[in-house]
């Protein structure tokens, strides 16, 4: 069964930098779909950033801040994060998604102070 494991979290002031890191575990994963999502409180959980079939998207609001990358030896994800902003503050979701599997990590807090 495929894991995923968020790291990286953690408060910082605003301009500030955090790089988020997603682990996986389980032999042979097929993904088409790599992604970085947050929930802020009392919000909607987003999707800021994925790499689908080999596109890289951003959503506006993090566009130019927000750096997603793979590595294909291992199948880890990064979020590289600069420019941190207040409304950052959010717990982050690493997901991966293949035909017939979505799978969602556990999460990890960023608050971003003003």
């Known amino acids: 069964q495929i894991q995923l494991a968020e790291s990286g979290g953690g408060l910082v002031e605003a301009g500030g930098s955090l790089r988020l890191s997603c682990a996986a575990s389980?032999?042979?994963?097929?993904?088409?779909?790599m992604g970085w999502a947050r929930r802020a409180p009392g919000k909607q959980r987003e999707v800021v950033a994925m790499?689908?079939?080999?596109?890289?998207v951003y959503d506006d609001s993090v566009k130019g801040r927000f750096t997603i990358s793979r590595n294909n030896a291992n199948d880890a994800l990064d979020l590289q994060m600069n420019d941190l902003k207040p409304e950052d503050t959010a717990v982050y979701y690493c997901?991966?998604?293949?035909?017939?599997?979505?799978?969602w990590g556990q999460g990890t807090q960023v608050t971003v102070s003003s």
């Open positions: 997901n991966y998604r293949s035909l017939g599997w979505n799978i």
């Open positions: 389980g032999d042979g994963l097929s993904v088409n779909y």
């Open positions: 790499i689908n079939n080999g596109m890289t």
